[in-house]
């Protein structure tokens, strides 16, 4: 059969209907294979190191036993960590301002058996009370950087806390079930006479300074430290990496965007962030101050070593963090920022974020040093030309860091610090007299 032009047609028109439907029903069913993303996630959470817990970031330097007319202490992370780890089962309650004016908030304490515990700087009970147990709700606000308990039983029908605020000097007292304060007593009290001993120096403005008896020694280390990756500081820093650009200089590398720039400096092993657009606010919670600082760092990984909170300027909205060595010692240098990080926050958000860009790696010892007594180190200070009383804040033993920027290696040597007029200066051992460089 002859097939004629309309037949064709036809045909040619079943077919395409038939194609299409086809097509169709391959859309309708098919079903693509995807990989599956690792964890989950689309976006990489930049870490440097593991996150910390507020009461290892936060924590006291030094603890101190009044008994017999003498005072026994210690720096121990592990001694002063057993002693928050007790009182924060004390369940503290009744908190209440005490007034002292013109009293020594000393004579709290003096006269009988108590423990001091002291901070470096003043914190808020609002951001510790958790550290410390504390269940009751309605806690006024405060700050403190030293706790006084007595010790003494006698005539009381409840142990009392004091929290001290010698910048505000005010004084709060919290109670406590006598029995807990018993307990402390025997499981603690016996054991630190075999702690070192010190004894008190009052400054002018009335801080009692405790210097250790006697010669110190010390062991003197080294590290092999590790260069952090500049570009994690990038992607924790900058709002939008992917619109950093990153440029080669005579003392390192520059990232910059529109309105940020950091700078890794390889000769001194820093790096510094700077937001010029974060302007500083008279209008920022100073008490939150602290907890927006540890959660930037934590933000990022940035405990890359032992560091603590050691004090802020609340005018300046700026935060300090110490590296700390063996033993609770804190570490000092030339280069006043390379132990340490510090954060000053803008209106918004960071304003400045400097730290050194290195992590502490192998730890060897070198050799024994011995440091002389705190009464001979007092001597030399007051012996300085031109020394003035009224500024000097505080005394204590730390570790002189020395970096070799070729090989990276970390000289720790244990050394005696004071606090001159806010600036950390170390004191110079073999000489008496002249001036001694500051360290801030």
């Known amino acids: 059969m002859e097939l004629t032009y309309e037949s064709i047609k036809s045909i040619i028109l079943s077919i395409l209907v038939g194609v299409s439907l086809l097509l169709t029903w391959t859309l309708w069913t098919y079903q693509p294979h995807y990989e599956e993303l690792e964890n989950g996630e689309t976006v990489q959470e930049v870490s440097l190191s593991p996150k910390k817990a507020l009461k290892d970031i936060v924590r006291p330097e030094q603890i101190l036993y009044h008994m017999e007319g003498g005072y026994f202490g210690s720096l121990k992370e592990e001694e002063i960590e057993k002693v928050i780890n007790e009182i924060s089962q004390w369940n503290l309650a009744g908190f209440e301002n005490i007034a002292l004016e013109g009293t020594d908030v000393y004579s709290l304490v003096d006269n009988q058996d108590a423990v001091e515990i002291l901070f470096p700087s003043s914190i808020s009970i609002d951001l510790y009370k958790n550290v410390l147990g504390i269940k009751e709700k309605d806690v006024p606000n405060f700050r403190f950087n030293q706790v006084f308990i007595p010790l003494n039983e006698e005539q009381r029908e409840h142990g009392v806390v004091y929290f001290v605020s010698r910048e505000e000097e005010k004084v709060y007292r919290s109670m406590v079930t006598l029995s807990f304060i018993s307990e402390f007593k025997g499981q603690y009290f016996e054991a630190a006479k075999a702690f070192r001993k010190y004894f008190p120096y009052t400054t002018v403005s009335g801080r009692r300074i405790y210097l250790p008896e006697g010669e110190t020694e010390m062991m003197s280390y080294q590290h092999l430290s590790s260069h952090l990756d500049s570009d994690k500081f990038k992607d924790a820093l900058f709002s939008d990496p992917s619109l950093v650009q990153k440029n080669y200089i005579a003392t390192g590398e520059e990232y910059t965007d529109a309105s940020s720039l950091m700078r890794v400096n390889t000769d001194t092993n820093m790096i510094k962030y700077i937001d010029p657009s974060e302007t500083r606010s008279q209008d920022n919670d100073t008490n939150n101050l602290l907890k927006r600082s540890i959660d930037f760092v934590n933000g990022h990984g940035g405990w890359t070593d032992n560091y603590r909170f050691v004090g802020m300027n609340d005018d300046q909205q700026t935060v300090y963090f110490r590296?700390?060595?063996?033993?609770?010692?804190?570490?000092?240098?030339?280069?006043?920022?390379?132990?340490?990080?510090?954060?000053?926050?803008g209106n918004t958000d960071i304003s400045r974020y400097i730290r050194n860009n290195f992590s502490l790696g192998l730890l060897t010892s070198t050799a024994d040093k011995k440091l002389d007594s705190g009464e001979v180190v007092l001597g030399k200070i007051q012996n300085l030309d031109q020394f003035n009383p009224a500024l000097l804040e505080n005394i204590k033993i730390g570790y002189n860091m020395k970096m070799n920027v070729q090989s990276l290696l970390i000289q720790l040597e244990p050394s005696w610090y004071y606090l001159y007029n806010g600036e950390w200066k170390p004191v110079k051992m073999n000489e008496f007299g002249g001036e001694v460089s500051g360290l801030e």
Request: net charge negative.
């Open 323 to 345: 590296l700390y060595g063996q033993d609770g010692y804190p570490v000092f240098s030339e280069n006043v920022d390379l132990p340490r990080i510090q954060l000053v926050w």
